[in-house]
């Protein structure tokens, strides 16, 4: 669960607002830990003591990343690094698109089950966006990809090996701004 940005589009913490009576990290990672995604890393760096208390009582493990004012890249590979070094696979997720449910989560990881595919992408129109799914045998290219986009570049480098499910696009929605806040 990348949760380290600093929210500059929001000017207030976006994860931490109210959204259906909960945090917006939390509500995340309560759709992360309901679809069984263990052990659930949640990347931290802007505000990390804050956040970390929105999650109290979930069962989540954190990583930090130091650079949470950069590019997106660097919580990516904060997340890797944290993971347990027998984990097969990961699904990579924005704490901020509010739409993502355990239902998605879940037929992302059934899809991976029944294939060798080296990635599953969500889907929304003809857009790739999380979460996405990549296997470990990915985990040395995703740590090489720098910028933003979450792993894009290794997504578009696998597109012909990957599976894909598809998502509406208002699924795709994300909070940076006090509008998209007010949209929902």
Request: glycine share 8%; charged share 20%.
């Amino acid at each position: 669960m990348l949760a380290a940005g600093e929210s500059r589009r929001m000017g207030t913490n976006k994860l931490l607002l109210p959204v259906g009576g909960e945090p917006l990290v939390r509500r995340a990672c309560r759709a992360a830990l309901a679809a069984q995604l263990h052990p659930l890393v949640v990347v931290l760096g802007h505000e990390s003591e804050r956040v970390r208390t929105a999650l109290a009582g979930l069962d989540c493990h954190f990583a930090v990343n130091a650079a949470s004012g950069g590019p997106m890249s660097s919580s990516l590979h904060s997340g890797l690094e944290g993971l347990p070094s027998d984990a097969e696979a990961v699904v990579v997720m924005l704490a901020d698109m509010i739409n993502v449910t355990e239902h998605m989560l879940r037929a992302l990881v059934r899809t991976a089950h029944s294939s060798t595919a080296p990635l599953v992408s969500s889907r929304y129109a003809q857009t790739l966006a999380p979460p996405v799914l990549f296997r470990r045998a990915l985990f040395g290219e995703l740590l090489a990809t720098t910028g933003e986009g979450c792993g894009k570049a290794v997504v578009e480098h696998h597109r012909e090996q990957a599976r894909y499910i598809d998502w509406p696009l208002a699924a795709l929605m994300d909070v940076d701004t006090s509008a998209d806040l007010a949209k929902l």
